[in-house]
């Protein structure tokens, strides 16, 4: 997860019926902060491999992470959340993008994908205005 000061983090992501929640592993996943589905408007997520999903959230910052295991959640988690809204009746849009925007610290961003060779984790970092998502590819 990349925070509104550009700073990556570990967190766990759980998400429920109602609320999408923000977990603190070293903390034995902990509730940090917990979102209302009904707060979440849609989606983006990256087209390629790097599994980079932006929760796009009306009046407030969108929550941006890069889903860190070593098999696909993406389907998984834009099917998922697909069906919630469907069943709610509410329309969810998702876009799928190879650079993204997202609103952070009240501003937009954009977010842009590199490959990196010798790359062990996912890593966000500071690219102008921007960021950038490092990833091993």
Not at 106 to 123: V, Y
Request: charged residues 25%; glycine residues 8%.
């Amino acid at each position: 997860q990349v925070n509104r000061f550009n700073k990556c983090a570990s967190r766990g992501l759980l998400i429920t019926d109602r609320h999408l929640y923000k977990l603190e592993p070293l903390k034995n996943y902990k509730s940090m902060k917990s979102v209302p589905l009904t707060n979440v408007t849609g989606m983006s997520v990256s087209s390629g491999r790097d599994q980079l999903v932006i929760f796009h959230l009306k009046g407030s910052d969108d929550f941006v992470v890069c889903l860190n295991q070593p098999s696909e959640r993406v389907g998984e988690l834009v099917g998922t959340l697909a069906h919630h809204f469907k069943t709610e009746k509410r329309p969810f849009q998702v876009n799928v993008f190879d650079a993204a925007a997202c609103t952070m610290g009240g501003k937009r961003r954009t977010i842009a994908l590199e490959t990196s060779p010798g790359q062990d984790q996912p890593e966000f970092r500071k690219n102008g205005t921007g960021l950038v998502l490092l990833w091993a590819g």
